[in-house]
């Protein structure tokens, strides 16, 4: 279960909104802060602690792209192949994520350093293709950028 | 036109709200507290102002249902959840310019009669999250926000909530429910939003560039404001340029802007000397424009006079090197991906014209799928619950439309001709 | 009203109806596949849609609501190929398993398909193929059948109040699933089965029994509790094999909870009596009823010469019609010449009718099942209706969600204190003090008329007694904080339509006529009606069995000697009911059994009280027999015979009726017609009496606590109902018995940590009376030093541990465990 410290933060969470449901997305985020992903477990005690029925809780959570089911590995690489991405050359990129650093969409490398997503639009379309990873983002990149980057990340 | 929307952005602190009150800033919300909420109104209705988010519906038209409605409270909601491909006009205003959008939902607030506020943003702006709460908290501490505004009987509380990726949430009532914590699926209409909305209350949802155009109009008045941009849209507006140009970017020009204008002189024309096939002139919602069709005002009454829409001012430039099957593939996995599932049309049709659209492109098109792809669309159009499936329809006629000879060579000659 | 034309047709709607729900009112079908009139429109599926002239789009029929003169076209060629391609659509992954599908010939999709379907679809590819989940004890989940309408997901959520299911995944590739792949507060109401177009949810006991074409639907009153749903059976070859609801049928229009859906079966258990019994030395054997009947007359008329009749009693049956029970009374006052009758009820719902004649002067206050509806305050008094009363749980539940404050004082985490608004969460039992408290604030609050309500007999006394209930000391005694008390006695004293409501039965222990007075005296104080306070009588016919006059009149003898007083009688008649499993301290309902010389038991089942009977008689159950039911509402409603009767099995009435003929009265009824007509009158002539002029009176009530735990005894224990049973009869349902077969105790998680208990351990549980197993549910819905437990079982005999107490507050048992897991 989650410990005190979470359990206040969530509470005061519910403070903001007229109904307590709205609750729900801000401590999945809590609950995948915490856990690394959202799993079966992590979105009970979501549930338990809002007194919401689990399938309603998991029904909203897989609704949400940046929702994790699935353990994610030590950093997380989004990348976007949207239309603006792509006709830059996003998809050169994935192949070159693919090649270079044994990595698929929608999992995780053998050594657990990194996971992929492809993500949809994230609004870098001026400076594309572009990538966060973890929570930081990255543009204009290139093969050569991309390498660069990743070397930070262990 | 100088800049009002970006004003300052290049300042690297331009987020603070001590280089804010620098450059006049609060100094609407001061003059607004002096005005009678109708009176604000009236003055937005004299601006013309229409919503930026895509609809262009007037703004001031929206704001008197909601303020004609008894029930309390009513909420004000931003919606920050830029998430149609190719758009991203209001980031710049997030991440650089917060306290012009906190001032604006407070006279907004002020206005509609609403004593709380929530910025609906994208989960994918990490950073404008932290700027905006950094912001709120400044605004707070002088007395911008809170339950006296400066001292005044005004209240007003502001609160950031994160979406988690999803763009159907753009939608008005889907994001209603993602607020309330629910699966973004969008409601029936009517009721609407400004009637039953939030929490089942009164409530304006207007969009960041919307909402950052309300001191402006309070500074200068609404008749000063619509001497701006075209006849029946007025103001400034943020165009988002991305694609094949030299020069990618948000630009800040009065509505009404020509297309050519923005692509090839302000955006520095396709990059290296190629040459120009399409524009989606509004996020890949729109429908496309071939390159001999882009002398169109880009405001929401012209556009559709050229075949497609405003929507989000994000214009998408495309070069020769282009593939416009794979622009449709990748556009249809986008909607197939984000379509909710609640109604079959969007649901089942999006999944098909994808799979459609996957054949062609990966050269096992068969004869007769354009005709198939049209008649999907026919399925679709017009009868989605919300705009997401006629979006997604529509893309796929404009496609076929203009540049159908490249569908039929990608099936007869069984490839892409740009792969390898 | 507005006026508009559909279809040609000009109509006239209220202002707000929705274009379907106009249309429907005048004769117009729009099909839909995600529209039910109990959920909020949701517009998904896109079946209803419609044109209207002027409109730039098909609008969908089911959320839009009409305008003045609107035109309307509900089936026009535009909108018909819009319909023939959302089907087109769902077709392409809908599997054509219609051959084996139970839902065929009465499936939403097919009838559709066949109306508005072509031959030939321009989309081929893969059908789904998700294997069928089968884990649930009674509901399968078939997901590829499903069209993603949604309807089950809402009404588990929206109006069971649940959320069992839900949609997981988004767009296309979303299915319905219940949580984790694991069954999770599911009420197994299978209102899902009934609201779903295809047959992507559907009932495990029914699965493959029967095309629907071959069934037989016959209505009949469900046998189970006080609310009185009807059930729509299906029936083929003389075998009753499906309930289900059927919107627009019967007074709750169709809802029904699991024990009428799936509980019918108790009446093919392989304990059904065929023939009647006469006990020879320890056996039984099988007799005639000549022989039965005449050995019954003999001995009752050789006691009645020796002993008077007064030494003969009777005990009557809230499950048997009002025509059995009126029998029985006849057959005690003509033929045996006793007025020794009572039933189970006396320690339950007769409570409440002693409680509406001592407060209100009135001799019955019948329910209405509507009542929560539209009401601003609903306060549920330590009652969980959700369970007693399923269906009318869900008018509480609706009436929160149209905005009703719901106020629940209990003990426990129950479905209404995950719904309410204010939870008094109360020590068990303690609920007399927690209503004088409220009272006391209301008084010194003046949140009451005090010119008139003080000249009310009984004010002053109530006055004085409530000075010992300050909020300091209600706070002690229930533990329920002063401030929430203080805050629920303003929120309900100033509300201005209100509702007490509580259930009132042998089988809890934590409430009794005391609990039923206060809660009248509050109404009272705040001027209100006997209306509002709402007492739901527990069983199918306890209002018919008590108005046909099943309850001990003066100088009579009712239960607490007929079956608490060794020696009080020599002879007993039980009709239908199991005091030993049914009715508190079963050893000293056994000592007084014993205690008879002669014992008669007419069941439809062999029971644990049967087994001590000299005679054991085979009764029709309620599907073989014409009768009525009284639910809590007073309605007479009339049940027919369905089935054949099981072996030799007779209405009561009539085995009744051939006794007393036996004995040489002839009590009437030749047959059952005349019976019928005059119970009729007989209850019509009731209900004139019952029509007098309310006299209202205080009736101070003190609470006391019952047994209390000491050092030996640490644990009080609650006796309740759990959801999917009904009293015992539907411990013999085998579909019940797939989710709840036997008996547990509920124990708080932190208690069992103390005593080294998981889930499912061994318990032995003692009280002061005996001792039972059980096996342990470690749970957080009962509080710390709270055990609970179902009575319904005969195997587990839970009344072994409770007693009888004078105290009219509760009746709790304080009690102590022991983990014999590993011994």
Request: charged content about 25%.
């Amino acid at each position: 279960m989650f410990n005190e410290t979470v359990l206040k933060e969530i509470d005061e969470i519910k403070g903001r909104y007229p109904d307590f449901r709205s609750a729900l997305l801000p401590a999945l985020y809590v609950a995948q802060r915490e856990f690394g992903w959202l799993s079966h477990e992590a979105m009970s005690y979501v549930a338990r602690t809002l007194n919401l029925p689990e399938a309603m809780v998991r029904g909203t959570a897989s609704f949400y792209s940046m929702f994790k089911h699935k353990e994610a590995g030590r950093h997380l690489i989004q990348l976007c192949t949207n239309v603006s991405c792509m006709i830059l050359g996003a998809e050169r990129l994935v192949d070159f994520l693919r090649t270079k650093y044994g990595m698929e969409p929608d999992n995780t490398t053998q050594d657990g350093r990194f996971s992929l997503v492809i993500m949809e639009c994230i609004g870098a379309c001026g400076t594309a293709p572009a990538m966060l990873v973890n929570t930081d983002f990255y543009d204009n990149l290139t093969e050569g950028k991309i390498e660069e980057i990743l070397d930070k990340y262990k | 036109m100088g800049k009002i929307l970006l004003k300052n952005i290049e300042n690297s602190n331009s987020a603070d709200i001590n280089e804010y009150l620098k450059i006049g800033g609060y100094k609407s919300l001061i003059k607004a507290f002096e005005m009678q909420p109708k009176d604000i109104i009236g003055e937005i209705r004299e601006s013309g102002l229409r919503g930026r988010g895509g609809a262009g519906f007037p703004t001031a038209m929206k704001w008197s249902f909601a303020f004609a409605d008894t029930k309390f409270p009513k909420y004000l909601i931003c919606n920050a959840d830029e998430g149609e491909p190719g758009t991203f006009k209001d980031r710049p205003i997030l991440e650089k310019n917060p306290h012009l959008l906190i001032e604006g939902m407070v006279i907004s607030g002020y206005a509609i009669g609403a004593e709380h506020g929530y910025v609906y943003l994208r989960g994918e702006y990490p950073y404008a999250k932290e700027v905006l709460n950094k912001a709120i908290a400044q605004a707070y501490e002088k007395n911008y926000l809170g339950d006296n505004i400066l001292g005044e009987n005004i209240k007003f509380h502001l609160t950031v909530y994160q979406g988690a990726g999803a763009y159907i949430c753009g939608e008005e009532t889907a994001l209603i429910e993602s607020l309330e914590g629910k699966r973004g699926q969008p409601r029936s209409k009517p009721p609407f939003p400004v009637n039953v909305g939030a929490w089942a209350m009164p409530t304006i949802i207007n969009n960041v560039e919307t909402l950052s155009n309300i001191p402006y109009i309070i500074s200068v008045g609404g008749a000063g404001y619509s001497k701006i941009g075209a006849r029946e849209c007025t103001g400034p507006k943020l165009y988002s340029v991305s694609g094949c140009v030299e020069k990618p970017g948000v630009y800040e020009l009065p509505m009404g802007t020509i297309l050519r204008d923005i692509i090839f002189n302000y955006a520095g024309g396709i990059k290296s000397g190629k040459k120009l096939k399409a524009v989606f002139p509004g996020g890949i919602s729109t429908p496309v424009l071939p390159a001999d069709n882009i002398d169109c005002p880009m405001d929401f009454i012209s556009m559709p006079r050229f075949g497609s829409m405003l929507g989000s001012g994000a214009v998408i430039v495309m070069d020769e090197s282009v593939c416009m099957v794979k622009v449709a593939y990748r556009a249809l996995k986008f909607f197939e991906h984000e379509s909710c599932g609640k109604c079959t049309p969007c649901r089942e049709g999006t999944d098909w014209l994808r799979k459609i659209l996957e054949r062609i492109e990966c050269g096992k098109g068969r004869e007769g799928d354009i005709e198939l792809l049209s008649e999907v669309v026919d399925i679709m159009y017009g009868r989605c619950f919300c705009p997401l499936g006629d979006s997604a329809a529509g893309l796929v006629m404009s496609m076929i439309k203009h540049f159908r000879n490249e569908f039929e060579e990608h099936i007869r000659d069984k490839k892409c001709k740009n792969q390898k | 009203m507005i006026e508009l034309t559909i279809d040609g047709k000009k109509i006239a709607a209220e202002k707000g109806t929705t274009i379907l729900e106009a249309a429907r009112q005048n004769g117009i079908k729009i099909p839909n596949l995600c529209f039910d009139k109990r959920l909020k429109p949701y517009g998904g599926c896109r079946m209803c849609v419609v044109e209207i002239e002027g409109g730039r789009k098909l609008a969908s029929a089911c959320g839009h609501p009409v305008k003045a003169g609107m035109v309307i076209h509900t089936n026009s060629p535009k909108v018909r190929r819009v319909r023939q391609s959302v089907l087109e659509f769902l077709l392409v992954h809908h599997p054509l398993d219609c051959p084996e599908c139970d839902k065929a010939g009465e499936c939403a999709l097919q009838d559709l398909v066949f109306e508005y379907g072509k031959p030939e679809t321009r989309f081929a590819g893969e059908k789904k193929h998700a294997p069928p989940d089968v884990r649930g004890p009674l509901i399968e989940l078939i997901s590829n059948r499903c069209i993603l309408c949604g309807k089950c997901v809402r009404i588990c959520a929206q109006h069971q109040g649940r959320g069992a299911l839900g949609i997981i995944g988004r767009g296309f590739p979303s299915v319905v699933q219940p949580a984790f792949g694991e069954i999770l507060e599911c009420d197994y109401c299978g209102q899902c089965i009934d609201i779903c177009p295809t047959g992507a949810l559907i009932s495990k006991p029914y699965k493959y029994k029967a095309r629907p074409w071959f069934l037989e639907e016959k209505e009949n009153i469900c046998p189970f509790c006080g609310v009185g749903c009807t059930l729509t059976l299906g029936i083929r070859e003389g075998k009753i094999l499906r309930a289900r609801g059927k919107e627009g049928v019967g007074i709750t229009d169709g809802n029904l909870c699991g024990r009428g859906r799936f509980g019918f079966d108790n009446i093919y258990t392989e304990k059904r009596l065929k023939t009647p019994l006469i006990k020879q030395g320890d056996e039984f054997r099988q007799a005639s009823w000549e022989e039965a009947l005449t050995y019954i007359s003999k001995v009752l008329q050789a006691i009645r010469k020796a002993n008077g009749p007064d030494v003969i009693g009777a005990i009557g049956s809230p499950r048997c019609t009002a025509e059995d029970n009126y029998m029985l009374r006849k057959f005690m006052e003509s033929a045996v010449g006793s007025k020794n009758i009572d039933s189970s009820e006396a320690l339950g719902y007769a409570n409440a009718l002693k409680t509406y004649n001592l407060s209100f002067g009135i001799k019955n206050n019948p329910a209405a099942l509507t009542s929560p509806l539209g009401k601003d305050v609903v306060f549920v008094l330590e009652s969980d209706l959700s369970i007693t009363h399923p269906v009318f749980g869900l008018n509480i539940l609706q009436a929160k969600r149209e905005g009703s404050h719901l106020i629940v004082a209990d003990y426990r985490k129950t479905k209404l204190t995950k719904h309410s608004d204010a939870w008094l969460n109360l020590k068990p039992g303690t609920l007399v003090a927690l209503l004088n408290g409220i009272m006391k604030v209301i008084v010194d609050r003046g949140l009451f008329n005090r010119e008139n309500i003080s000249k009310i007999e009984g004010f002053s006394s109530l006055e004085k007694m409530l000075n010992e209930y300050t909020p300091d000391k209600v706070s002690g005694i229930a533990g329920v904080s002063g401030e929430a008390l203080i805050e629920a006695a303003e929120t309900f004293a100033k509300a201005p339509k209100r509702l007490l409501t509580m259930s009132l039965s042998a089988s809890e222990n934590t409430k009794g006529l005391s609990s039923a007075l206060s809660a009248a005296n509050l109404l009272i104080l705040l001027g209100e009606e006997p209306s509002s306070l709402q007492i739901l009588a527990e069983y199918c016919n306890t209002s018919g069995m008590l108005e046909a006059g099943i309850m001990p009149l003066e100088d009579a003898k009712g239960v607490m000697d007929m079956l608490y007083n060794p020696g009080s009688l020599r002879a007993l008649y039980i009709m239908g009911e199991d005091p030993i499993v049914n009715m508190p301290n079963t050893r000293r309902i056994i000592e007084t059994l014993k205690s008879l010389e002669f014992l008669v038991v007419q069941d439809i089942a062999m029971t644990e009280t049967a087994a001590l009977a000299n005679v054991i008689l085979p009764a029709s159950s309620w599907a073989e027999k014409n009768g009525s039911f009284l639910n809590s509402e007073g309605r007479r409603q009339e049940i027919y015979k369905v089935v054949d009767a099981t072996g030799e099995s007779m209405p009561d009435w009539q085995i009744l009726r051939n006794l007393g003929l036996m004995i040489g009265s002839n009590l009437g009824a030749k047959s059952f017609e005349d019976l019928s007509k005059e119970v009729k009158n007989y209850l019509s002539q009731k209900s004139e009496e019952t029509k007098k002029d309310i006299k209202l009176t205080f009736h101070p009530t003190h609470y006391r606590p019952e047994e209390i735990s000491d050092k030996e005894f640490t644990y009080t224990m609650v006796t309740r109902d759990v959801l999917q049973h009904s009293g015992i009869m539907s411990t013999r349902s085998e579909a019940l018995r797939l989710v709840q077969a036997e008996p547990f105790l509920e124990i708080n998680e932190k208690d069992a940590e103390r005593h080294g208990i998981s889930d499912g351990y061994h318990i032995k549980i003692t009280s002061r009376r005996g001792s039972v197993y059980l096996k342990a549910k470690v749970t957080d819905a009962v509080p710390e030093g709270v055990v609970s437990t179902p009575v319904h079982f005969s195997s587990g005999m839970i009344n072994e541990l409770t007693h009888i107490s004078p105290n009219t507050c509760s009746r709790l048992d304080a009690v102590k465990i022991e983990n014999v897991q590993n011994i």
